[in-house]
């Protein structure tokens, strides 16, 4: 108890491996694709993987909007907000796109990861 | 030797932590102007909350710019000189006084191919609305004798225009100069790189980086015919970039594309090509130019590029069912075509 | 153990926890590069309340240290509450049961090694789960490996002091 022993060094060794591994092993659990990100009225409603099938429902001004996250992609499969410029939009699926419903002040963004380029989306 | 251990380990601790930040973002977006704002900093300085204290101000300017110069309202300021056209000049800020100037600048210069007087066209065709309809051919006639650049009279504070019925229009410059003010926001709060899109006009701010001489963000041009895919890709410095297409805001009748980007001289949606991206200086000339040059079609278009300094661009028509693009000097070699 | 009269465990679970929060506070005084980067001082009070007094003693010299602690600070039930808490409990009990398993593997450097490791992984695991919800948060397990490695590493070498310099009838 009172020295150290064979075991703290151990321990150590063990340990400051682990440490040095875990800067290498950042990649391990970053890459787990991109996040979608739902806000509404600029307030966060949904926030999950990219890679994970699912629907969500969104009770905006103008009704529902169902969005679809299917296949790395997501898109707005049905909204009642007038011109629909949301549906229209179709899948999006790539690091910084976001599709935009205006009249319901609907964002739904894909934030990329560590990986992702500085990028911007013209057109 | 315990104490070489410890001081080892504190700095492994601190070097990676510095490789980390660099790529470090704080990226948020909003409904503006009628379209999305985006605004995304690249800056390893900046905490989280300094990062959103500066994303809000950016968010009240573009607000602030909106409130100024839409023709949705008649308390904006181009709403008051709407609605005294024809009766009264009207004494306005001098930015807008400024937007106005370059705006004319470019009618001139185009002969009318770019005019902020295209309003009541705009209002007869309302791509917003929900049902459409295809105004009349004598309807866009009549409409037409309002639409004239030269009747807009600029004699800073007051603007005047001549004719009762005129009908301001800023939708293809104002989003451009929000980025701007934008940009110059971020520049002033000491933000070093940054990315502005408001509906695809991007403003490109990366210190000590010039429009095409430096690869420092990727820009992807959307594909003109295929949802969610991109037409190609090129790099870009600090510089405005903006597109204008007839997939952006259109309706399909009787198997015809009619599309919000009207040619002030007819009357009806300019159809020579399909997609104009512009790279600039700035993203006022940027979201001009696109509209403008995207009316003056592939050859006018593409001469005026060449006229205009620093002013690069890729014009995309239609042939049959593919796609041709031309590109002007400064992006030859630099411009990658996607993959359909 | 067995020469602690139940008053006089008492106090001394009083005083370790006193300590503890004692060096808690001070620490909170120390600048850090990053807000969760900690030494973890007060964890001086555990290692010395479980190699003096045993697992329950050290687990209530714990709960007093994070509760009371918290109450100085003014972060009593908020987040950052929680997560000491839980991170506080979860460190202990990992020390103790290594120290049952392991017999004299371990010093008491090996011991508050373990106590930190688990310290931050459990904070981390918890803001994970509970709090973000979002892997991008494990991106800080080697920052906070590796301040728990060199907390770990300081607190032990001082627990150790402390412990030989304690007269042999307190020990």
């Given amino acids: ?123 | 030797m315990r104490r070489l251990v410890l001081a080892g380990m504190l700095l492994a601790s601190i070097v990676p932590s510095c490789k980390k930040s660099g790529l470090q973002r704080i990226a948020r977006e909003t409904t503006v102007m009628d379209t999305y704002l985006s605004v995304t900093l690249y800056d390893a300085q900046l905490s989280i909350a300094e990062g959103n204290a500066i994303i809000d101000s950016v968010f009240a300017e573009v607000s602030r710019v909106e409130q100024l110069m839409t023709d949705y309202a008649d308390t904006s300021e181009v709403g008051k000189i709407n609605v005294y056209a024809g009766r009264d000049s009207v004494a306005v800020s001098p930015e807008l006084v400024h937007v106005l100037k370059v705006a004319h600048e470019f009618a001139e210069q185009s002969q009318g191919a770019f005019d902020v007087t295209i309003g009541p066209i705009v209002r007869a065709w309302d791509f917003l609305a929900p049902v459409h309809e295809i105004p009349t051919g004598g309807r866009l006639r009549f409409l037409r004798r309002f639409v004239n650049f030269r009747n807009v009279v600029i004699d800073s504070p007051k603007v005047y225009l001549r004719q009762r019925g005129m009908r301001l229009d800023l939708g293809g410059i104002a989003k451009g100069y929000a980025v701007d003010r934008s940009v110059e926001i971020l520049k002033r709060r000491g933000v070093k790189h940054a990315i502005v899109d408001l509906g695809g006009n991007l403003g490109v701010w990366w210190e000590g980086t010039q429009a095409l001489d430096s690869a420092v963000a990727e820009i992807l041009i959307r594909h003109p015919r295929k949802e969610g895919k991109f037409f190609g890709s090129f790099s870009a410095g600090t510089s405005g970039i903006s597109t204008s297409g007839d997939y952006q805001r259109y309706f399909i009748k009787d198997g015809v594309r009619y599309h919000h980007i009207i040619n002030p001289a007819t009357g009806t949606p300019a159809n020579d090509v399909v997609s104009v991206t512009i790279i600039a200086h700035d993203a006022t000339t940027a979201d001009a130019l696109s509209t403008l040059v995207f009316v003056l079609g592939r050859e006018e278009g593409m001469a005026f590029i060449k006229n205009s300094p620093g002013v690069e661009g890729v014009i995309v028509w239609e042939e049959g069912d593919s796609l041709r693009y031309i590109l002007s000097p400064g992006l030859e070699g630099k411009f990658v075509r996607s993959n359909d | ?171």
């Fill in chain 3, 1 to 171: 153990m067995s020469t602690y009269s139940p008053v006089r465990k008492l106090t001394t679970i009083a005083l370790l926890a006193a300590v503890g929060i004692a060096l808690f506070v001070i620490e909170s005084y120390i600048p850090m590069p990053l807000p969760f980067l900690k030494i973890g001082l007060a964890n001086i009070s555990s290692v010395v309340a479980l190699m003096l007094l045993g697992t329950t003693s050290m687990v209530s010299v714990v709960l007093l240290r994070v509760v009371v602690g918290s109450l100085f600070i003014g972060t009593f039930m908020s987040p950052a509450f929680l997560l000491a808490l839980s991170a506080g409990v979860a460190s202990a009990v990992a020390m103790a049961v290594v120290r049952k398993i392991s017999g004299n593997l371990f010093s008491v450097v090996g011991l508050s090694l373990i106590g930190a490791v688990s310290h931050s992984i459990t904070q981390l695991l918890i803001v994970r789960y509970v709090y973000v919800q979002n892997a991008s948060v494990l991106h800080l397990l080697p920052l906070l490996l590796t301040s728990s490695l060199v907390g770990g590493l300081i607190v032990g070498y001082l627990s150790l002091r402390l412990l030989s310099a304690l007269p042999e009838a307190v020990r």
């Fill in chain 1, 1 to 123: 108890m009172k020295r150290l022993t064979m075991g703290d060094a151990a321990l150590l060794v063990v340990l400051t491996a682990c440490t040095v591994g875990s800067f290498f092993a950042q990649d391990l659990f970053a890459s787990h694709g991109f996040t979608v990100l739902v806000e509404l009225r600029n307030i966060t409603v949904y926030k999950g993987n990219l890679s994970e099938e699912r629907k969500v429902t969104v009770h905006a001004t103008y009704g529902d909007v169902r969005i679809q996250i299917h296949e790395g992609k997501v898109a707005v499969v049905h909204a009642e907000c007038p011109n629909k410029v949301c549906v229209r939009t179709g899948w999006r699926g790539l690091a910084g796109e976001s599709i935009i419903c205006v009249p319901n002040r609907l964002v739904i963004r894909i934030l990329g990861d560590g990986a992702t380029p500085v990028r911007g989306i013209t057109g």
